[in-house]
């Protein structure tokens, strides 16, 4: 048997045929609880998981429903918070005994996997050790050093997992600074969605809940893994299956969540061996190919609506929502006409017959969902790919009403509301005078650098000081070699979070690793155990407890490492009390209600209602806050998805970066993905038995992807081919290790979410 060649783990390759869930999600939870340590500890915690008495899941941003299962959690779910549960420790003994250099060295799973970090640690060059220092020191340096930094060369990055209290606070201390630079990992991600849903309907976020999966009569799933990136949806699946509601599948790859899926909470299905059918028609679309895909759909249903004017039958349009509600329908259908079907299924890979398979089920239903994920917004047309979504609904008024809608699902856990109280770097999306009003400053007017211009600023060398409010920047973005290379130009880089990742050893001049409290975390200050909360992809606001003692009495909260950057940097702000604000988090959710006052209503005495509050989304109730006061129909600008792939070159593939089942992001819990049927590697490249034949290459084979770009060369090596039920042009590997593959300029226009799931590469064997 062949061996992983960094982990020297056994690897075998075998497709798994079993559902989703089932027995094959509890073995992978009694593997991991215990080799965490914290069977016992997560076992009972795991039962306060979103619950209301409890805290949110630090994984995926889900729905948490008003009347939570017993086990309201999910494999994944649970694996997330043993991880953050470990008892192990990364203390200032753990940096003593290894040097940076020799950490460099270590494989992502093994530097997280070392444990919580417990203690402040500064670098130190002579050694090559990070060493301990006070808070106090630390704080009074970074204050030094920001305030000799141009507040435009200041990076405040965050990722999804901060709280809407941690985040307000952060956004409030980078304007106080003077930037607007918040980059953070929905440009990576849901970017997409946030800039094509507004210019749609009016609104960055989704219009669906809960409650509409119990209406709907039609669901349609684009480039999103259930199984694996948000299990707990599955729930809703298999009910809406249960009454017979059509799910249809757009995916390149098949995935078991998408395909079957028994529920690992139901004794009886556990027993019997019962799985439900998720996906009752599977569209192996190309990468790439959904514009063309759903463009084929479109131009289906408008030839069904003429046909049906031609014959007198009822129309097939909601033609009274369509005159009332929207803008653009014409030039939208005549460009639908305008498309020929030879195009499409070149485009899209999938035939015309099924594509009006699939567009005869949509017409047949009376509330179609549209639901997606990565596959869609992390492409160069990502922004349109959304949009044709929508286009999609518009026709038969599937937005606005019961059962209908669209429905992006997010990734991090407050992803979504990071932005809603003020984390981006557009100022227009910020209620500036509230702020103006409420903190009597001025703050920054001009844009601030997203996730893409801030790699870009670091390049340049023009970045002087980076801080991270949790994530692992330098493993997450495209150009993973490049911006490595280019780091220590930074003057400071202050990295805030719960585990040792490869951001941390990436060094500025001055480096930092400070560690918090994670969401699991008892945060106990002045005025006894404080709660935060969080938004979750269907904008429902939930309050969260963290249960258990923390690992370290030198962990502080994010708020108030935020709070106390601010006080070290800041001139004093008397309508400011950082202090009485840690001292009671509460406070700060009243500044979020005055900054937000509608969105935020009654924010403390709602917070731990059963299920959360929803924030007002307008196009919910069909009003489109949009220029045109209607819903857009918005007219692609072509349907060719990647202009960076040369369209005459047969040997160059479209590679899709994927995550496994064993990840969450670049936090790596393990080395099988099982349901794709890969045990003890993650260097793999997934290809179709037909490119591997025509490339004349094995499968087994060790191989090195390239990508194609004339500025210059990017290469990942090692990677082992599984031949796999792929479409033809296509592969597939893992993110984070096929970053180096991604030139930072393949990104979404208008959005800039790097194009992860379309870059184009040549495959040859490895030397
Ligand atoms: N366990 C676990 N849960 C997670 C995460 C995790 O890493 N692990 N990450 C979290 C985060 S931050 C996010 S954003 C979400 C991500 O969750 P997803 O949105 O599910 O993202 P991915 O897993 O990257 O890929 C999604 C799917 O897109 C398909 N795909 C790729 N290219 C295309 C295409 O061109 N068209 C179509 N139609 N499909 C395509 C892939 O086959 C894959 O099934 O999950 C969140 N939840
Ligand atoms: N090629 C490719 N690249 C991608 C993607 C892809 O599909 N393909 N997906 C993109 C997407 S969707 C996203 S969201 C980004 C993710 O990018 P990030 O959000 O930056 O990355 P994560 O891996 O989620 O960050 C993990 C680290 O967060 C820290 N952490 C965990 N919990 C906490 C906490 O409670 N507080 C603090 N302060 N720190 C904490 C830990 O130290 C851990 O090491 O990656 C993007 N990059
Ligand atoms: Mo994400």
């Given at each position: 048997m062949s061996k992983d060649p960094d982990t020297g783990e056994p690897v075998t390759i075998k497709p798994y045929e079993a559902p989703s869930g089932g027995w094959g999600s509890v073995k992978s939870l009694v593997d991991i609880l215990p080799r965490e340590g914290s069977l016992l500890r997560s076992g009972t915690a795991l039962l306060l998981q979103n619950k209301p008495n409890g805290f949110v899941c630090p994984s995926c941003a889900w729905a948490k429903p008003e009347k939570p299962n017993t086990f309201e959690f999910c494999e994944n779910g649970a694996k997330a918070t043993a991880w953050e549960m470990t008892p192990k420790t990364v203390t200032p003994a753990f940096f003593r005994q290894h040097t940076v250099s020799e950490l460099l060295t270590w494989p992502d799973y093994n530097l997280e996997e070392a444990g919580r970090l417990t203690h402040p640690m500064r670098y130190d060059p002579e050694t090559d050790r990070y060493r301990p220092v006070s808070w106090g020191d630390a704080f009074a340096e970074i204050g030094r050093e920001l305030r000799a930094?141009?507040?435009?060369?200041?990076?405040?990055?965050?990722?999804?997992?901060?709280s809407l209290e941690a985040s307000y606070m952060y956004a409030l201390f980078g304007r106080l600074m003077g930037t607007n630079n918040f980059p953070d990992s929905s440009n990576m991600c849901h970017?997409?969605?946030?800039?094509?849903?507004?210019?749609?309907?009016?609104?960055p976020v989704g219009t669906v809940d809960l409650e509409d999966f119990e209406k709907t009569d039609c669901i349609m799933f684009f480039g999103q893994n259930v199984g694996t990136s948000s299990p707990r949806m599955l729930h809703q699946l298999q009910d809406a299956r249960k009454r017979g509601v059509p799910i249809i599948t757009f995916n390149p790859l098949k995935e078991r969540g998408l395909l079957t899926f028994t529920n690992p909470q139901s004794p009886t299905e556990m027993l019997s061996g019962e799985s439900t059918r998720i996906s009752t028609q599977y569209h192996q679309v190309k990468a790439g190919g959904d514009l063309?895909?759903?463009?084929?759909?479109?131009?289906?249903?408008?030839?069904?609506?003429?046909a049906?004017?031609?014959?007198?039958?009822?129309?097939?349009?909601?033609?009274?929502?369509?005159?009332?509600?929207t803008?653009?329908?014409?030039?939208?259908?005549?460009?639908?006409?305008?498309?020929?079907?030879?195009?499409?299924?070149?485009?899209?890979?999938?035939?015309?017959?099924?594509?009006e398979a699939a567009a005869a089920v949509y017409m047949r239903s009376s509330a179609v969902m549209g639901v997606y994920g990565m596959g869609l917004t992390q492409h160069r047309t990502g922004v349109e790919n959304c949009q044709m979504l929508i286009n999609l609904l518009l026709l038969r008024g599937n937005?606005?009403?019961?059962?209908?809608?669209?429905?992006?699902?997010?990734?991090?856990?407050?992803?979504?509301?990071?932005r809603t109280v003020g984390i981006t770097e557009k100022p227009e999306l910020v209620p500036m005078d509230k702020l103006r009003e409420l903190y009597k400053f001025e703050p920054p007017h001009d844009k601030g650098l997203n996730t893409v211009e801030a790699c870009e600023g670091i390049l340049k060398g023009d970045v002087k000081a980076f801080i991270?409010?949790?994530?692992?920047?330098?493993?997450?973005?495209?150009?993973?070699?490049?911006?490595?290379?280019?780091?220590?130009?930074?003057?400071?880089?202050?990295?805030?979070?719960?585990?040792?990742?490869?951001?941390?050893?990436?060094?500025?001049?001055?480096?930092?690793?400070?560690?918090c409290l994670a969401r699991t975390d008892i945060d106990l200050q002045?005025?006894?155990?404080?709660?935060?909360?969080?938004?979750?992809?269907?904008?429902?606001?939930?309050?969260?407890?963290?249960?258990?003692?923390?690992?370290?009495?030198?962990?502080?909260?994010?708020?108030?490492?935020?709070?106390?950057?601010?006080?070290?940097t800041l001139p004093p702000n008397p309508h400011i009390d950082w202090d009485a604000w840690c001292d009671d988090y509460a406070l700060v959710r009243d500044k979020i209600e005055a900054t937000y006052p509608e969105q935020f209503k009654d924010f403390n005495a709602r917070m731990f209602k059963p299920g959360g509050f929803p924030r007002p989304v307008p196009a919910r109730n069909r009003v489109w806050k949009t220029k045109t006061g209607k819903a857009n129909f918005i007219v692609p600008r072509g349907l060719d998805e990647n202009p960076d792939m040369p369209s005459d070159s047969i040997d160059v593939l479209r590679l899709m970066t994927l995550r496994s089942n064993d990840q969450f992001n670049t936090t790596i819990y393990g080395y099988d993905d099982r349901f794709r049927g890969v045990k003890g590697t993650r260097k793999i490249v997934f290809m179709n038995q037909h490119d591997i034949d025509r490339l004349a290459l094995k499968d087994g084979d060790i191989v090195t992807l390239t990508t194609i770009a004339a500025d210059m060369k990017r290469e990942v090596s090692g990677l082992r081919i599984i031949a796999y039920d792929i479409p033809e042009g296509c592969c597939g590997g893992y993110y984070p290790e096929c970053n180096p593959l991604i030139p930072l300029w393949h990104h979404a226009e208008h959005s800039k979410v790097p194009a992860a799931k379309s870059i184009p590469v040549t495959i040859s064997l490895s030397v």
């Open positions: 930094c141009d507040p435009k060369a200041v990076v405040l990055y965050l990722s999804g997992r901060a970017e997409s969605t946030s800039v094509a849903l507004p210019a749609s309907i009016g609104s063309a895909a759903v463009m084929g759909l479109c131009k289906a249903i408008v030839a069904a609506d003429d049906a004017i031609a014959s007198g039958d009822p129309r097939i349009l909601d033609v009274d929502f369509i005159a009332t509600h803008h653009g329908f014409e030039d939208f259908a005549a460009e639908t006409r305008r498309h020929d079907w030879a195009d499409l299924e070149r485009q899209s890979g999938l035939t015309r017959k099924n594509l937005i606005g009403k019961a059962g209908a809608g669209i429905c992006p699902v997010r990734g991090h856990s407050n992803v979504q509301g990071q991270g409010l949790g994530g692992n920047f330098i493993r997450a973005i495209p150009e993973t070699d490049a911006i490595e290379a280019a780091w220590s130009r930074i003057r400071l880089s202050v990295q805030i979070s719960t585990k040792l990742n490869r951001a941390h050893l990436i060094r500025g001049e001055v480096s930092y690793i400070l560690p002045k005025t006894g155990k404080q709660a935060v909360a969080i938004e979750d992809s269907t904008a429902f606001i939930h309050g969260s407890r963290g249960v258990r003692t923390p690992v370290s009495k030198d962990l502080l909260s994010e708020p108030r490492i935020v709070a106390e950057m601010a006080k070290a």
